[in-house]
């Protein structure tokens, strides 16, 4: 994959997400424990043979910033290639939802034409769950000569869907710059597919576990599925890691009476009292006599003793004083915004 480089669209958000995306973008969303959702399409590309990355950044991006760094645990700290940090535009703000805004494209156009080792541009979301191998839909793209290949994927009824991402030559995304200099607010993937006919747009169907996370109830469905072993297993394989920022935690602690239950739990927590159907972030605490059930617990949050907290969502550094109750709904949960004491 030499004669191939990366673009990742970061600079949009999405609403519903409450106090989740109040000091964060989507793409820096805490993901499964202990992942955020840009890991996802930064290994896919790093997995696929690609070492030269660019990364849009939204107007909130001192979190993606702080997560990424110069992309070493992504081997992309490196001379010659690697991890390249991208401006978005101004007027895309924290409250844009258009993720392929050609402005981004327009303000980014030297480090396009100065791929000089990439005939080919792997263009992506950051916001799909997802473990692809691109290869073969890149060597598609090239043996079939199309202008465009975008891929698809098979939600969980058969049906095909878009999957955000699509192949596309360098000269065909310095031919959009210099056609349109000034057509800032226009939808990338809408103008290449206006630009072209049918016959120049080519297609690649992957059959594998993608879930989009454009929505709160996305975001919840994602994390309790990986709660399944076997999909579990699927999108962290072995031969294809998903990297993530390294923070080394001692083992999680599972004190005598605590009772753990269809719970995804990473190193360095601490717990007493009883985690069902939940995933936990690093570092949280749950004391003896708490109860947690159908929760998404960001890190460093404590859980005090004689607690019962049922489908809630608590971002960092929140702590619950001792014998609270909170409940939320099944489809709507209850989001906790960061460093609340409640």
């Known amino acids: ?67 990424v760094g110069s992309g070493k645990e992504w081997n992309l700290s490196k001379k010659i290639g690697g991890l390249f940090i991208l401006p978005g535009t101004v007027f895309s703000g924290s409250s ?8 981004d494209l327009l303000v980014n156009h030297r480090y396009i034409e100065r791929r000089a080792e990439g005939t080919y541009a792997l263009i992506s979301s950051a916001n799909e769950v997802c473990n692809l191998d691109y290869t073969e839909m890149i060597e598609q793209h090239i043996e079939s000569g199309k202008t465009v290949t975008f891929a698809y994927f098979k939600d969980e009824n058969g049906e095909e869907k878009s999957l ?17 200099p000034r057509s800032s607010h226009l939808d990338l993937v809408e103008l290449l597919k206006s630009e072209f006919g049918q016959d120049d747009l080519g297609r690649y169907v992957f059959d594998a576990f993608v879930r989009p996370i454009d929505t709160i109830e996305d975001y919840i469905k994602a994390n309790r599925e990986l709660l399944d072993s076997q999909i579990h297993k699927n999108l962290f394989r072995g031969e294809r890691a998903i990297f993530t920022k390294i923070q080394d935690e001692a083992p999680t ?37 708490a109860c947690l059930k159908n929760c998404i617990v960001f890190q460093h ?17 929140v702590t619950v004083s001792t014998s609270v109750r909170l409940c939320g709904g099944t489809e709507r949960p209850l989001i906790i915004g960061k460093n609340l004491t409640l």
């Open 164 to 180: 955000d991402c699509f192949v596309v030559s360098r000269e065909t995304l310095l031919g959009i710059i210099k056609s349109y």
């Open 1 to 67: 994959m030499n004669n191939v480089f990366g673009i990742i669209f970061a600079n949009y958000n999405a609403s519903g997400f409450g106090e989740l995306l109040h000091r964060r973008t989507i793409a820096s969303l805490p993901f499964a424990g202990r992942y955020r959702l840009i890991d996802f399409p930064l290994s896919n590309m790093v997995n696929s043979g690609i070492g030269t990355v660019g990364l849009i950044m939204p107007a909130a991006y001192r979190s993606l910033i702080d997560h």
């Open 301 to 317: 949050c404590i859980i005090k003793r004689g607690t019962v907290i049922e489908n809630a969502i608590l971002d960092k550094y």
């Open 96 to 103: 844009n939802t258009e993720k392929f805004m050609l402005s």
């Open 253 to 289: 602690i599972y004190n005598d009476g605590c009772v753990v239950k269809n719970s995804l739990i990473p190193a360095g927590c601490n717990i007493s009292g009883t985690v069902e159907n939940c995933v936990l972030a690093r570092n949280v605490e749950v004391e003896e006599g």
